[in-house]
């Protein structure tokens, strides 16, 4: 308790008097001391005293900077104390103008201002008592803080304030701040955002999506319905002004809530930015959130809009449109390799026929990618028109019927690769059923093509080959009967495949084989081995052949039998040698038996015909002579007989004696004329000075037996037989032409009848062994195989000529015996008449005989001309008219005979000489011959001196008119 | 790593008086210029800590104590003469 100063008493006051002068003074004395720069005195305590500057200068900055503070604030300040007292107001408190509720008079300095504000009335009346109540509640510590924001529109414009109270401070009772703010700019602010926002609200609950307006302050401008109910906001939630607590309730709906707090906080942080993004929510919602700043008209930051989508369906039809196309996708590749491994080429048209899908082997085989090749019409791809055309014409067939096309082509692609395809167009059908595109599918065939064009050319060939062959190729499947045609079989036998066919063949084998042909099959396709028989086979002249038959079967590769084919050869003719061989070895055998029995015979016949001598001699009665006579005939035909099978039997071993033709002829003689039938004249002509023959008599004996037999047996009817011998040279010329003879001297035995004459075939194979013309058993077809080879061993050669229904003519020439006394002079070849250059026209067919003929003359001095048949002749006497003095010409050529030639000659030139050459020696053509005028004639083979002497002769002659004699050399 | 020794200073102030805050400019300026990196200033409030001025015996403000290095040195006023804090301080070079 401080007392007044005047009741103290004095010594205290004094006492103090003079302290506070100590004071005064020292501290004067300290700030000399300190030269200003000290602030305060701490002393031992600790206690500061500030010197008299200091503390001026704190009152000063203190007041100062409060008051500066204050006056800075855009608001209205006062301060209170503990009872609500106005201590200090700043400026722009009770400033006019600012339209302050509690504007009373003055100040309100040292005024209680809790009861101004109770006692405000009119429209702020209610705001009054808040604010009284507010203050009261912070300066008895009941609350924290107290704020209070209100509308005071003037006439003019419109205000807002926000009235606060705080404490001013914490922790004791010391007063509080109040403070006015003027808000009406932000709340302006917030209208225009509001108003701004009008125009969205009109389409706010239209729209499906929710909208959400957040200010600067974080106050919830405004929320349409769609916002609630997209987030279920509870009631409470729903009509939070405070945006704060919705934010935190709405975090507590999504799922990933911390990335959503910092995302909204990073949003709220940046108020420029504008995002997009999804929410998912716990709820299993998908939400798309878009947010964005809203600007006022004056370019000013108002706030931000949040607006939400709801996009739980579309995320979800996105989901399936996702694993549908990632199915889709997955099935395509599938397919894509399916198709692409598969080595045919497959292909998709649509109606137009534009491609729709190629696989890559078919990419490939086109060299082209799919980008080049989609939607462009196969005309457009290489494909030459027609078969494009061919194609394209498919196709719409395919598009028209809905049926598919299988066709196969040859194509050469692009890239050069040839081949042979065959391709299916198949409908793709739609769930309706109609065609929606057409699928292709081609495969490449070239191999199998060509393996097939091989087949039917191996085939082909294999058939060639059957038929090519004579005998015949059958085959039959496994089971052995003829189910297919069988050519050969139906040309042989003359069956058809309608009666062959089964086991109707059958029917063609000689019923005597049936069984056994049938048997040995049967046996064979059963144990599939092969077959092989023999048995006759009916031909179409009713006769039977023998036939080998054998059959082999074909395996499969599984090894089993897939077919048979055999073949039958015809083995008659082997049969029938086989025949006669046997028949040979029999007769040989007979022979040598033979042999033994002749011996015996001739031993048997010897001492009768000795006998027949003795009584020939001893009696003298005709009779007896008669009979004796025809006893001695029969003994004699008997020797003969027993003769010829001697020598037979003793082959070819033969003797070389000079025989005497004559002797030998006469012999003949009487047998033939013994033996042969009546009707047969006989003729016989050996010249005087015949040669001898170097040989076996009994050997030539059978050649002109055989020969006149054969003679014989030609004239059932009767003619003439002749035989005629006589010496022959044979030169070099000859042997030419004939190339069996060696030249030298011979003895020709001409045996000719007129007979029935053989034909041209038949000639070739008359000395074959066992080859006739006579029927199985008459005669043995030995005969002139006898004679042949009896006729070789001599050294000689034979001749046939012969004419069908003129005659035949044999002729033997066998060597001469070298030195015979009746050997004529040597033929000087310088003898031989020549020639003077004359050209001489031969007509021969056979061209030897021109050449050596041709050669003959020329040596000869004669010129020569050549043609090979009678037209030629003709055609070069036409040509050569002048030149030719003569023309020699075979009688005995095909198509234009001798005869007819000759004819043709004389008709050109009547004076003609001609030569005939014949290499028959009978009657029938001489006649005719002389009546036309030619009467030279030469016998074939003629010799070089026969030939020269006939022309030598004819030549001479002044024409061929002059009789010339026959001449036979 | 500096072989100069680490200068720790303890500045006594009143509250925000004018010298008092005039010396704390200073000092730090000084140490600034004179002491990069290698200073401590603590500055002690007499007004919220009394009993420290008596602990160091300090009675007046602005008062300066070099703590480190040694010996200790006191300075009292606005230091506002650099010659004589580095004199003091014995930085002289």
């Known amino acids: 308790m401080i007392l007044e100063t005047s009741t103290l008493p004095t010594q205290k006051s004094k006492e103090i008097a003079a302290l506070i002068e100590t004071l005064n003074q020292t501290q004067k004395r300290l700030e000399e001391l300190t030269a200003g720069e000290v602030d305060s005195i701490v002393d031992r305590e600790g206690h500061a005293f500030f010197l008299r500057r200091a503390q001026e200068e704190l009152r000063q900055s203190e007041s100062a900077r409060q008051a500066a503070i204050l006056n800075a604030l855009p608001a209205q300040v006062a301060l209170l104390d503990a009872?609500?007292?106005?201590?200090?107001?700043?400026?722009?408190?009770?400033?006019?103008?600012?339209?302050?509720?509690?504007?009373?008079?003055?100040?309100?300095?040292?005024?209680?201002?809790?009861?101004?504000?109770?006692?405000?009335?009119?429209?702020?009346?209610?705001?009054?008592?808040?604010?009284?109540?507010?203050?009261?509640?912070?300066l008895e510590g009941e609350a924290g803080e107290f704020s209070l924001e209100y509308p005071c529109h003037s006439p003019t414009e419109k205000c807002w304030f926000r009235f606060t109270v705080t404490p001013v401070s914490s922790d004791h009772l010391a007063g509080a701040v109040v403070m006015y703010v003027?808000?009406?700019?932000?709340?302006?602010?917030?209208?225009?955002?509001?108003?701004?926002?009008?125009?969205?609200?009109?389409?706010?609950?239209?729209?499906?999506?929710?909208?959400?307006?957040?200010?600067?302050?974080?106050?919830?401008?405004?929320?349409?319905?769609?916002?609630?109910?997209?987030?279920?906001?509870?009631?409470?939630?729903?009509?939070?002004?405070?945006?704060?607590?919705?934010?935190?309730?709405?975090?507590?709906?999504?799922?990933?809530?911390?990335?959503?707090?910092?995302?909204?906080?990073?949003?709220?942080?940046?108020?420029?930015?504008?995002?997009?993004?999804?929410?998912?929510?716990?709820?299993?919602?998908?939400?798309?959130?878009?947010?964005?700043?809203?600007?006022?008209?004056?370019?000013?930051?108002?706030?931000?809009?949040?607006?939400?989508?709801?996009?739980?369906?579309?995320?979800?039809?996105?989901?399936?449109?996702?694993?549908?196309?990632?199915?889709?996708?997955?099935?395509?590749?599938?397919?894509?390799t399916a198709l692409a491994s598969m080595s045919d080429f497959a292909q998709i048209y649509d109606q137009s026929g534009h491609i729709l899908f190629v696989n890559q082997p078919l990419l490939d085989l086109w060299g082209l990618t799919l980008e080049e090749v989609l939607g462009k019409n196969l005309s457009e791809l290489g494909y030459a028109p027609e078969l494009a055309n061919k194609l394209n014409r498919q196709l719409q067939s395919v598009f028209e019927t809905g049926q598919e096309v299988t066709d196969e082509t040859p194509y050469t692609s692009p890239t050069g690769a040839t081949g042979y395809y065959e391709y299916i167009f198949s409908p793709a059908l739609s769930a309706e059923g109609k065609v929606d595109f057409v699928v292709g599918s081609t495969r490449d065939v070239t191999q199998r093509k060509t393996a097939e064009v091989e087949i039917r050319f191996n085939e082909q060939r294999y058939r060639s080959l059957v038929q090519a062959t004579t005998?015949?190729?059958?085959?039959?499947?496994?089971?052995?009967?003829?189910?297919?045609?069988?050519?050969?079989?139906?040309?042989?036998?003359?069956?058809?495949?309608?009666?062959?066919?089964?086991?109707?063949?059958?029917?063609?084998?000689?019923?005597?084989?049936?069984?056994?042909?049938?048997?040995?099959?049967?046996?064979?396709?059963?144990?599939?081995?092969?077959?092989?028989?023999?048995?006759?086979?009916?031909?179409?002249?009713?006769?039977?052949?023998?036939?080998?038959?054998?059959?082999?079967?074909?395996?499969?590769?599984?090894?089993?039998i897939r077919q048979w084919i055999g073949i039958h050869t015809d083995i008659t003719e082997r049969k029938k040698l086989e025949h006669q061989f046997l028949r040979a070895q029999?007769?040989?055998?007979?022979?040598?038996?033979?042999?033994?029995?002749?011996?015996?015979?001739?031993?048997?016949?010897?001492?009768?015909?000795?006998?027949?001598?003795?009584?020939?001699?001893?009696?003298?009665?005709?009779?007896?002579?008669?009979?004796?006579?025809?006893?001695?005939?029969?003994?004699?035909?008997?020797?003969?007989?027993?003769?010829?099978?001697?020598?037979?039997?003793?082959?070819?071993?033969?003797?070389?004696?000079?025989?005497?033709?004559?002797?030998?002829?006469?012999?003949?003689?009487?047998?033939?004329?013994?033996?042969?039938?009546?009707?047969?004249?006989?003729?016989?002509?050996?010249?005087?000075?015949?040669?001898?023959?170097?040989?076996?008599?009994?050997?030539?004996?059978?050649?002109?037996?055989?020969?006149?037999?054969?003679?014989?047996?030609?004239?059932?009817?009767g003619g003439k037989l002749a035989v005629i011998v006589e010496n022959c040279v044979l030169d070099e010329h000859y042997s030419a032409m004939n190339l069996q003879a060696k030249a030298g001297r011979y003895v020709a035995i001409n045996v000719s009848d007129t007979g029935s004459g053989m034909p041209q075939r038949i000639i070739e194979k008359i000395f074959e062994p066992f080859f006739t013309t006579k029927e199985l058993g008459k005669g043995t077809g030995l005969g002139l195989s006898t004679v042949m080879a009896i006729v070789k061993s001599h050294g000689g050669l034979i001749n046939v000529n012969s004419e069908p229904g003129k005659g035949t003519t044999f002729k033997v020439y066998l060597p001469a015996m070298g030195n015979s006394s009746q050997t004529p002079?040597?033929?000087?070849?310088?003898?031989?008449?020549?020639?003077?250059?004359?050209?001489?026209?031969?007509?021969?067919?056979?061209?030897?005989?021109?050449?050596?003929?041709?050669?003959?003359?020329?040596?000869?001095?004669?010129?020569?001309?050549?043609?090979?048949?009678?037209?030629?002749?003709?055609?070069?006497?036409?040509?050569?008219?002048?030149?030719?003095?003569?023309?020699?010409?075979?009688?005995?050529?095909?198509?234009?005979?001798?005869?007819?030639?000759?004819?043709?000659?004389?008709?050109?030139?009547?004076?003609?000489?001609?030569?005939?050459?014949?290499?028959?020696?009978?009657?029938?053509?001489?006649?005719?011959?002389?009546?036309?005028?030619?009467?030279?004639?030469?016998?074939?083979?003629?010799?070089?001196?026969?030939?020269?002497?006939?022309?030598?002769?004819?030549?001479?002659?002044?024409?061929?008119?002059?009789g010339g004699a026959l001449h036979g050399q | 790593m500096s072989r100069d020794p680490r200068f720790k200073f303890r500045l006594y102030v009143a509250g925000e008086t004018q010298n008092s805050a005039r010396a704390n400019a200073n000092l730090t300026a000084f140490c600034a210029a004179h002491l990069p990196h290698r200073h401590e200033i603590e500055v002690v409030d007499v007004l919220q800590e009394p009993r420290r001025a008596m602990a160091d015996s300090v009675f007046m403000t602005p008062t300066l104590i070099k703590l480190a290095p040694k010996p200790n040195r006191r300075l009292i006023g606005t230091l506002s003469q650099p010659q004589l804090l580095l004199e003091t301080l014995g930085l002289e070079t």
């Open chain 1, 825 to 962: 002079e040597e033929d000087d070849v310088s003898q031989l008449p020549r020639g003077n250059g004359q050209t001489v026209l031969v007509i021969d067919d056979e061209t030897s005989i021109l050449t050596i003929t041709g050669r003959t003359l020329r040596a000869f001095g004669y010129k020569s001309l050549t043609a090979v048949d009678g037209a030629e002749g003709v055609a070069m006497y036409a040509q050569n008219a002048n030149d030719i003095a003569v023309v020699v010409t075979d009688m005995n050529m095909p198509i234009m005979n001798g005869m007819a030639t000759i004819r043709a000659l004389l008709r050109m030139n009547p004076m003609m000489k001609i030569v005939a050459a014949s290499g028959l020696n009978v009657n029938g053509d001489a006649e005719k011959l002389a009546e036309m005028g030619v009467t030279n004639s030469l016998v074939k083979p003629y010799t070089a001196e026969a030939l020269l002497s006939a022309l030598h002769q004819i030549l001479k002659t002044p024409s061929n008119a002059a």
């Open chain 1, 83 to 138: 009872e609500g007292v106005i201590i200090s107001v700043n400026e722009s408190w009770g400033q006019p103008g600012t339209a302050n509720v509690l504007q009373g008079p003055g100040f309100g300095v040292g005024q209680n201002y809790i009861e101004i504000c109770e006692q405000v009335m009119g429209d702020c009346s209610q705001e009054g008592q808040a604010a009284a109540r507010g203050i009261r509640q912070v």
């Open chain 1, 471 to 560: 005998a015949i190729v059958w085959d039959t499947p496994a089971s052995g009967e003829f189910t297919a045609e069988q050519p050969g079989w139906t040309a042989f036998t003359g069956q058809s495949f309608e009666e062959l066919r089964g086991w109707g063949w059958l029917n063609a084998i000689h019923p005597e084989d049936r069984a056994e042909t049938v048997r040995v099959w049967s046996a064979a396709i059963a144990q599939g081995s092969s077959y092989e028989v023999e048995h006759r086979m009916q031909v179409p002249d009713k006769t039977y052949r023998n036939m080998l038959v054998r059959g082999v079967p074909i395996l499969g590769e599984d090894g089993a």
């Open chain 1, 182 to 336: 003027n808000i009406s700019e932000r709340m302006v602010a917030d209208e225009q955002l509001r108003s701004k926002t009008a125009l969205l609200e009109a389409q706010l609950d239209s729209t499906l999506d929710g909208i959400l307006v957040v200010n600067n302050e974080g106050k919830m401008i405004l929320q349409n319905k769609q916002m609630i109910d997209l987030w279920n906001q509870p009631a409470d939630i729903a009509v939070e002004i405070d945006h704060r607590r919705r934010l935190k309730w709405i975090t507590s709906q999504v799922k990933n809530s911390k990335k959503f707090s910092e995302r909204v906080a990073q949003l709220y942080a940046r108020p420029d930015e504008i995002a997009r993004d999804e929410l998912e929510l716990i709820n299993g919602k998908y939400l798309d959130r878009y947010t964005a700043p809203v600007i006022g008209r004056d370019g000013k930051h108002f706030g931000r809009i949040w607006v939400y989508r709801d996009i739980t369906e579309r995320r979800r039809a996105a989901k399936e449109l996702d694993e549908l196309s990632i199915r889709t996708a997955r099935r395509e590749r599938l397919l894509s």
């Open chain 1, 586 to 717: 029999r007769m040989e055998s007979i022979g040598t038996l033979a042999g033994g029995v002749a011996h015996d015979l001739n031993n048997i016949l010897a001492p009768i015909l000795m006998s027949i001598e003795i009584l020939k001699l001893t009696t003298k009665d005709p009779d007896t002579t008669e009979i004796l006579k025809t006893i001695e005939t029969s003994a004699k035909r008997g020797a003969d007989i027993v003769r010829q099978v001697l020598s037979f039997a003793r082959g070819l071993e033969s003797q070389r004696i000079e025989v005497q033709p004559k002797h030998l002829l006469g012999d003949v003689e009487s047998i033939i004329k013994g033996t042969f039938p009546k009707n047969i004249q006989f003729e016989i002509s050996v010249p005087r000075d015949v040669w001898t023959i170097e040989g076996d008599p009994t050997q030539i004996h059978q050649i002109l037996l055989n020969l006149s037999v054969n003679a014989r047996d030609a004239m059932p009817n």
